[in-house]
């Protein structure tokens, strides 16, 4: 038995170890080719000029604005519905699984050909209505709100299995009556009853729409909107290795972002259980 468990924990160190070299390898050898310019040496100017880069802040903080309305977007439509869901189970639920998964079966340049088409012939045929405002508005490079909706859709499905799965470890039902009982409106039950009880979730949630904005690149190009993804691939035909510096740079800034999240998570769950 304990030459069993010996093996089993070999193998399990060899799959663990060639996992990490197949993630590591490439990692590093990005890193090399970044510092390691020939006829110089070793040296970090791709990192020193980052921060200095034409268009670098503007990318960055565009797609930090578009991951931040996402995720409230997203959540807010996502946690009354299977809320909703839990309290009167039925084929409703059935429902809103099938809409919050059809993302994943269509793929991103129908998605996007089909939003391109609406954007360029709303405001020809709508010019002399309200709507032609609108149409614009959601255009706007600033914000494009366009990009925000694009982006609900897509983080959909990941939204509704992250928050689906935290749901079903909490009674739903017994907490929204307990709470009721005692006077809570149902305003009150949702915020302080059933989001505190969902915080890892909900943590989980906001990272991978977080994840899922700042890697898209199909939609905003398509699109004609510089998002981070778009500019690092602009800048990537005339500073090769200032844009694969950038791309090791947004990716540490997503793991340490997981590991917020993650560790918040885990400090709120040991905190309730302490109470």
């Known amino acids: 038995m304990a030459a069993l468990t010996r093996r089993a924990r070999a193998w399990h160190g060899f799959v663990l170890a060639l996992a990490g070299l197949y993630f590591a390898v490439p990692l590093v050898a990005s890193f090399v080719f970044t510092v390691d310019v020939p006829g110089q040496g070793l040296t970090g100017q791709a990192y020193t000029r980052i921060l200095g880069a034409p268009g670098f802040l503007d990318g960055l903080g565009l797609s930090l604005l578009l991951a931040a309305a996402t995720i409230v977007l997203v959540l807010a439509l996502v946690v009354p519905a299977l809320v909703a869901v839990r ?9 809103i699984e099938v809409l ?69 470890a909490v009674d739903v039902p017994t907490l929204t009556e307990a709470a009721r009982s005692c006077g809570a409106s149902w305003w009150q039950v949702l915020v302080r009853v059933l989001l505190p009880n969902l915080r890892s979730s909900l943590a989980g949630a906001a990272f991978l729409t977080l994840a899922l904005v700042l890697g898209e690149y199909t939609i905003a190009r398509i699109l004609t909107f510089e998002t981070f993804p778009v ?29 917020a999240l993650s560790s918040a998570g885990t400090r709120t769950t040991k905190n309730e259980e302490k109470r």
């Open 231 to 259: 500019w690092i691939v602009k800048v990537s035909g005339s500073e090769a290795r200032l844009s694969v510096a950038v791309s090791l740079l947004s990716l540490l800034i997503t793991w340490l972002l997981l590991l």
């Open 100 to 168: 919050c998964t059809l993302p994943l079966v269509v793929p991103p340049i129908a998605f996007v050909a089909g939003i391109g088409s609406i954007l360029r012939l709303g405001p020809e045929r709508l010019s002399h209505t309200p709507l032609y405002q609108t149409f614009l508005a959601v255009q706007d490079e600033r914000f494009p709100l366009a990009l925000v909706l694009s982006y609900t859709v897509l983080a959909l499905p990941f939204v509704f299995r992250s928050l689906d799965s935290g749901l079903r």
């Open 87 to 95: 309290l009167r189970p039925g084929r409703l639920g059935s429902v």
